[in-house]
């Protein structure tokens, strides 16, 4: 592997990150300056803000894309195959394919992959990655997920550098990392040169001990002429061991995402940076009520010069204490602004109003619950919709797309589910189509319901095959039919029961008949 030294890579690509990091940063400090610092910056030195509005706005509308692109009751991925495709797999039409339920059984099949990349989101810790990952994504517009040795990890941009191609193809990235000496040999899996240990890391993220105890692990994939990334791993310009890898596209553990992508940009946007304008006069606003406030709150008593009231025997006096003195002599400070302070407020309340309706905080469509159903999930999906206009749509490509697809592979690379032909293709479920798998079984019941509305109940059973119907619907339905609809074998096996207990119950009482009328036996 003839490539630049990682390191080299980095610092190149360095410059163009850092004028999108400073942006970055700025709609952190509008919202939460906390989920993207500057480098060099610890939660310390964070500055004052006076307005929690965008923080909650973050939170909410990251909740509800995690909720809509990532549910936890059903599957967020569906395999698909066309018609085509079905019948060059079965090797037949698919009439005949449906007739022998050889379709439904590929879709069967197909769930339980579903099920399986679910499940691996659900157990594999990527859950409240991907939570944090739509705030940063929000906030900052870009985000990395590593699929590292001890699990998925969220980075953000002070710690990683990305190339794309005009048309958003990710070219390079490079992946920094400060790691303790002490553990790296085995954090690693691979025994490190002495060079290696020697070297120190020169990141100026915070780090425990100093960076004369830490080492820079750099992180990289190129992308080659055949579309698919060399993956390695380098300490001091020099390669580790062991991780010298090559991955094909969707299968590559540094997966960099972005909100908004730029045609001809390697960075994205954030949702924030559209709303700078609102937060950033809210926040003078909010600074310039709360300041003054402050100051009006403040009481100060001044008393006439040369009058019989002391400001000493007052400024002593207890509650409800009998003191000699004019009460025309006293009187309060005040800063009579509240005509001006009042046109401030209602500025305020309507910034507060148009954000609160951008960032969906006066939605009541969800429930406060544990769990939501798919009705819901479906309103809130066309409510993101309408608010973030094709940007959400967008995410599913470029967001929901990359991780489904990785999980996928990863799992197919694993052993844990079966390898897929090249016919199967993975559709993300994301949009107002595709929230759930059940509109396939609206469909069926309007056509049964339809169906038994024109023709008699005998004509529809002679034409209908009940098996397949049962099989889609629990597909559909995210169920498995093998565990609530019995086997044609099973069938079968009930019914020859059945016409033999018939069968004994019609001739059993002529039997009896036939052995009274026979006479007794000699004696």
Not at 92 to 104: T, Y
Not at 298 to 307: F, L
Not at 433 to 459: C, G, K, M, W, Y
Request: aromatic letters at 4%; charged letters at 20%; a negative charge.
């Amino acid at each position: 592997m003839t490539q630049q030294p990682l390191r080299a890579r980095y610092t190149a690509l360095e410059q163009d990150r850092n004028i999108w990091l400073q942006r970055a940063h700025k709609s952190a400090l509008l919202t939460i300056p906390s989920v993207q610092l500057l480098d060099g910056m610890t939660a310390e030195n964070l500055p004052q803000t006076f307005s929690s509005l965008g923080a909650r706005g973050v939170n909410n509308l990251g909740a509800r894309l995690s909720m809509t692109l990532f549910p936890t009751e059903q599957p967020f991925v569906r395999l698909t195959i066309s018609q085509s495709d079905m019948e060059a797999l079965l090797g037949l039409d698919a009439e005949q394919g449906a007739e022998g339920g050889l379709v439904s059984e590929i879709e069967e099949n197909l769930l339980r992959i579903e099920e399986e990349v679910a499940s691996a989101a659900d157990h594999g810790g990527w859950r409240p990655v991907i939570a944090e990952m739509f705030r940063l994504l929000i906030v900052s517009g870009n985000a990395l997920l590593y699929d590292g040795p001890r699990g998925p990890m969220l980075v953000d941009m002070r710690r990683y550098v990305v190339r794309r191609s005009p048309e958003g193809v990710v070219e390079e990235v490079v992946l920094r990392q400060a790691i303790s000496k002490t553990n790296a040999e085995e954090v690693l899996g691979a025994e490190l040169t002495e060079e290696q240990l020697a070297s120190s890391s020169d990141a100026t993220i915070s780090m425990q001990g100093g960076p004369e105890r830490h080492v820079d692990l750099y992180t990289g994939a190129v992308l080659r002429p055949d579309g698919k990334y060399d993956y390695w791993q380098e300490i001091a310009g020099v390669v580790v061991e062991g991780t010298e890898r090559s991955f094909k596209q969707g299968d590559c553990p540094l997966i960099p995402l972005r909100w908004a992508p730029v045609y001809g940009e390697h960075w994205g946007r954030g949702f924030v940076e559209d709303l700078e304008g609102d937060l950033l006069a809210l926040h003078a606003i909010s600074r310039a009520l709360t300041e003054a406030a402050v100051v009006m709150s403040k009481v100060v008593w001044t008393t006439r010069p040369g009058s019989a009231t002391k400001p000493k025997a007052l400024a002593g006096a207890q509650n409800g204490a009998i003191i000699t003195g004019d009460p025309d002599d006293v009187s309060c400070i005040s800063a009579n602004k509240g005509n001006d302070l009042a046109q401030a407020q209602l500025m305020k309340a309507d910034l507060i109003a148009s954000l609160s309706k951008a960032m969906l905080l006066n939605s009541g469509i969800q429930r406060q619950a544990e769990r939501v159903t798919a009705a819901e999930i479906r309103a809130v999906s066309m409510e993101l919709e309408d608010t973030l206009g094709g940007v959400y749509a967008s995410l599913a490509t470029n967001v929901q797309r990359p991780i489904t697809e990785y999980l996928l592979n990863k799992l197919q690379r694993e052993g844990k589910v079966t390898k897929l032909p090249k016919e199967v293709r993975p559709a993300v479920v994301g949009g107002l189509d595709a929230i759930t798998r059940n509109h396939r079984a609206v469909r069926i019941q309007q056509f049964l319901a339809a169906a038994q509305q024109s023709l008699p109940p005998e004509s529809i059973m002679q034409h209908l095959r009940v098996d397949n119907v049962l099989n889609d619907l629990a597909t559909s339905l995210s169920l498995s039919s093998v565990q609530y609809l019995k086997t044609p074998e099973e069938i079968q096996a009930e019914m020859q029961a059945a016409q033999e207990q018939q069968a004994f119950q019609t001739l059993a009482p002529e039997a009896m008949k036939q052995m009274g009328a026979q006479p007794p036996p000699p004696a």
